[in-house]
């Protein structure tokens, strides 16, 4: 603001506070893949990654300290939910990440995908992508950003109902209620009927593909029969799976599958006409999945930088 005397630039510098939030550790990976582990003013911590593919920069975004669903194989729910973030925290994350771009490198995309439930805390959300949408906010169009949610029925016709235009991501883990009760604890009192009808809501409101997400467990949904329901269950829908190899978490009994396992998986899939996409493991060398930089901070860190 050079446009201001050098004496109130100085005084302003020094009775504001211009971040809420302080950086505790930035960890880089060889593919470019960078992860801010943020302090926020009462202490608590979150996790922002910022991802690069080509041309694409896309950043991942946290909703809460820590998370309630309490999915078993995941870090950020080992601990249950501390809080909401507010809008100024979300907002944060985006500028703290977009400032590690170098020249020439421009934000192309948002996940809410990070620590928490985005949908258990849309009112500090939605304000936040708004203002990752304006024009001269970071003007990204509503169609890159993507919100991943554990499937909240009520919160999705919510969504369906103020703004439509965000594409929209449910972990499924399971084809069925009883396996899915096992992986995913909220789904016990929700069940897929429920979720599945409110998802083809969302899609005939914002006729955008829906995106299923799927973490492959060695021994736990990766069965052949496992892939049949799910194809069956996909059947007839505009969707995209995505399936992501499960990522260690230091202190889990869980699994990565192999890979004849994860290729025997997707061929059943794709036999049942069902779109289909492995996502590439990126960061994992920087613990750049939910929660885990987090966690190895607490306890003595496990595992190296990238
Ligand atoms: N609560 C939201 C968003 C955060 S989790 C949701 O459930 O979608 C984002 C995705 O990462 C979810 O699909 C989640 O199941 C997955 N995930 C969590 N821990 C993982 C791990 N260790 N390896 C691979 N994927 C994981």
Redesign the pocket.
Known sequence: MTNLPQALREELAESLELWTTEIVRHTQADDGTEKLLIKLADGGQIECVLLRDKVRRTICISTQVG?G?G?V????GLDGVDRNLTTGEIVEQMLRLQQLLDEGERLSHIV???????LANLDALLPALEEAHRPDGLDISHRRITI???GLPAAIERLARTNASYRL?V?L?APNDQLRNQLVPVNDKIGLDAIMQSVDDYFAVSGRRLTF?Y?LLADVNDEPQHARELAQLLRGREALLNV?P????AGLPYQTPSYQRQVQFRKILEAGGVRIKFRHRKGDRIDA??GQLRRSQQSPPVVQLG
């Open positions: 998370c669903m999915c194989f995941c870090a950020s809410v995908m990070g620590m928490g439930e985005p991943s949610t554990v991501a972990s883990h997400e973490v992501i499960y990522n260690p978490v999945a939910c």
